[in-house]
């Protein structure tokens, strides 16, 4: 008897799996043939791009370990951390905001007491607009969608008594994301806190906002120029800072399919990384400050196969395309929402249920943060209960389910594994289509982005009328009383006029010249080639409003208009 | 033959959620009806000039961000000053039912809620049509 070498070994083994991929071949078609002769319901059998296949096996996905890596290694498709949740928890981060700035500190103390271990800050319209409460287009949106933040003295009492260098805050802001950070490391320098504590995200990608949530300010490519100072001024002076969050989670909102959501946003991170090397800024400097942010809608596996299809690109190209050698620029960290969009204002409590399947897709997606929505949000911005209710989801989900023991639980399944290939396949393919369509910028003019995104959310609803797709209590299992049957939140009707009472007292109590000084800098940086952070970080701390500055800059940079087609 | 509805449809304020009315504008068209839309981040005043130059029948505001108080009252009142009455003024978004029934009290058409189907609109808008024009119908 001889002792078999390992390529006897190797060789033995390809043999038994080919004679086992062989006996599974013939199995799958007479087991073809029997799902063919079956009796299927009387439903469409679709993810939220197309038919699913009934049943997967090994001759649909056998991933090697390049492909999957483990958690923690190259390319991510199992996880950023080799501890997976063991080492750290996902942040639990309710986004939040209504009324007034004391208005909302008072809910993300309310939160913080209940285990909250993120804040996530919402705000109204006119701020997402850069408009100051008193102008006369917030009139009726002062504090209505979100906490109404003008100043810098607004931003103060958004966060007192909470010590900013020890919370990390995420701000949904885009337009004038500048603006508000300026705001923000204004707001930590008065608590003796320096930027490069600060732990935290703003949101600041504009090129989902012209294909999806539309809360732009200024032209693309000022907008962009705008985009790459963050990256610049932060790496150099707020290294923990995610200067973006690169959202999947609006243009999905928007209508959008899961496939289009990964490609869609992939592309604009590309895009991102593109104006940063542009700039001359070297990959490893900006792109470890570079998150995402995904939806996590219904359909469970798709979303779980998107998230780890998204590692896995963002990994390769960040690698083998931008040439990034730090491990920090390949691994995609990612915030989640629960999808807003799937939430029914009939028998409002069926969606605690929905959120709840929701965020474990999230879970077994490797989210490093998460938001869960509340039962009440198709009626009003959420209760004190309905946001607890929420905030509890999650943390059953962390410490009652079991599905934080283990990394990346579905790795492996042939389903999540097949999935997550025909995911990156078609996001390959739709970067070329990108690509030939002109790329980001240009396919955004002429509106190629956001009329897919129409036009999908045009064909869903009709999928709902016709039945094709079910959502419980709108087309099936409905009752007559299905109206509001919780109760809402009401935001006082009196923030705008003691907002405008606050601004006029800070206009006339700051030092005008002071103000003015500033303002005429900020106009010179805009015209210039410097980053404009610093002087924009001087008329926060000259007190000028969010106006004043957005004002200052829209004299250089104009206003975006957008193409209109429905 | 009878003309066909001519329906304005309008995003009013900064909320910039146009799923609702993209889908809305673009299911009244499929049903026959003439549709414009108006883009985003329109005043009162932009919609209500709009409304009387395209000579429209029906002016449908989409507002998902809790300033219909304001703005169905505001786009109402800018009609009836260009004497334009006799359209009618409908809408969906996110609307509390309570306010629902106060802005029909003060003469703005039924509102529509999330999982409203767009047969149930085509349907309202029509019949309303009917009822207002008989000569055409």
């Known amino acids: 008897m001889t002792v078999p070498t390992s390529t006897d070994v190797d060789a033995a083994g390809e043999a038994v799996r080919g004679e086992e991929l062989e006996r599974l071949r013939a199995e799958v078609a007479v087991w073809r043939a029997r799902y063919a002769a079956g009796e299927l319901r009387d439903i469409a059998f679709v993810n939220s791009d197309g038919p699913v296949d009934p049943v997967f096996t090994a001759l649909d996905a056998s991933p ?158 000022p907008a962009l120029r705008l985009v790459v100072d963050c990256f610049e001024w932060a790496a150099e002076h707020a290294p923990k800072w995610n200067t973006i969050s690169i959202s999947g989670y609006h243009i999905r909102e928007a209508g959008s399919t899961a496939p289009q959501e990964l490609a869609f946003t992939l592309a604009n991170a590309f895009a991102y990384v593109e104006h940063g090397l542009a700039r001359g800024l070297a990959v490893d400097t900006f792109a470890p400050q570079l998150s995402f942010f995904w939806d996590v809608h219904n359909d469970f596996f798709e979303e779980v196969a998107k998230m780890r299809a998204a590692r896995r690109i963002w990994a390769r190209h960040l690698r083998e395309r931008y040439g990034a050698r730090d491990p920090r620029s390949w691994m995609m960290r990612f915030h989640c929402q629960t999808a807003g969009v799937t939430l029914t204002a009939q028998q409002p409590l069926n969606n605690i249920a929905r959120v709840a399947y929701q965020a474990m897709a999230a879970a077994f997606g490797g989210a490093q943060s998460l938001h869960t929505n509340s039962m009440d949000e198709t009626l009003a911005l959420p209760t004190e209960t309905a946001v607890e209710v929420a905030l509890r989801t999650q943390q059953i989900l962390a410490y009652e389910t079991g599905v934080a023991n283990v990394a990346d639980p579905l790795g492996g399944s042939y389903y999540v594994e097949a999935l997550t290939d025909r995911l990156e396949a078609g996001a390959e393919a739709q970067f070329v289509e990108i690509a030939r ?40 299992f409905t009752t007559e009383d299905a109206g509001t049957t919780i109760p809402t939140l009401l935001v006082s009707e009196s923030t705008a006029a003691e907002q405008t009472a606050r601004l006029s007292a800070l206009r006339s109590a700051r030092d005008g010249a002071r103000a003015d000084a500033a303002l005429g800098a900020l106009t010179a940086a805009a015209r210039s080639d410097r980053n404009i952070f610093p002087a924009l970080l001087d008329a926060a701390r000259a007190e000028c409003t969010l106006f004043e500055i957005r004002s200052a800059m829209e004299v250089v940079f104009g206003t975006y208009r957008e193409p209109i087609f429905f | 033959m009878p003309r066909p509805i001519r329906v304005l449809v309008a995003k009013p304020g900064l909320d910039g959620h146009d799923r609702g009315a993209k889908v809305v504008a673009a299911a009244l068209r499929d049903a026959g009806m003439e549709v414009i839309y108006t883009g985003l981040h329109q005043t009162p005043e932009m919609i209500a000039t709009a409304a009387v130059q395209e000579d429209v029948d029906v002016v449908g505001l989409s507002i998902l961000s809790g300033a219909h108080m304001t703005l169905f009252p505001r786009v109402r009142e800018l009609l009836h000053v260009a004497g334009r009455d006799d359209i009618l003024l409908t809408g969906g978004g996110i609307i509390p039912q309570s306010d629902m029934e106060a802005l029909q009290r003060t003469g703005v058409g039924r509102l529509f809620g999330p999982g409203t189907s767009t047969g149930d609109l085509v349907r309202y808008i029509r019949e309303w049509f009917a009822e207002r024009q008989p000569q055409d119908a």
């Open chain 1, 64 to 221: 090697d370990v390049a492909t999957l890596g483990l958690p923690g290694t190259f390319p991510f498709t199992r996880g950023i951390h080799p501890t997976g949740y063991r080492g750290r928890l996902w942040t639990m981060r309710q986004f939040a905001g209504f009324g007034s700035a004391a208005d909302t500190n008072a809910r993300y103390k309310f939160l913080l007491e209940r285990g909250q271990t993120g804040l996530s800050v919402a705000f109204d319209f006119p701020t997402l607009m850069g408009y100051d409460s008193d102008h006369p287009r917030a009139a009726g949106e002062v504090g209505k969608c979100g906490v109404a933040i003008s100043s810098l003295a607004d931003m103060e009492r958004l966060f007192e008594g909470i010590p900013l260098g020890d919370v990390s805050t995420s701000m949904t802001i885009n337009g004038p994301a500048i603006i508000l950070f300026a705001f923000y490391v204004a707001a930590a320098e008065r608590q003796g806190v320096p930027a490069a504590r600060l732990r935290g995200t703003i949101q600041n990608d504009i090129l989902k906002e012209y294909m999806a949530q539309h809360a732009w300010v200024f032209p693309v490519e």
């Open chain 1, 437 to 476: 369509a002109g790329g980001v910028v240009r396919a955004i003019e002429t509106g190629w982005f956001q009329r897919r995104i129409a036009e999908a959310a045009a064909r869903h609803q009709w999928d709902l009328e016709q039945r094709r797709r079910i959502t419980v209590g709108v087309n099936a």
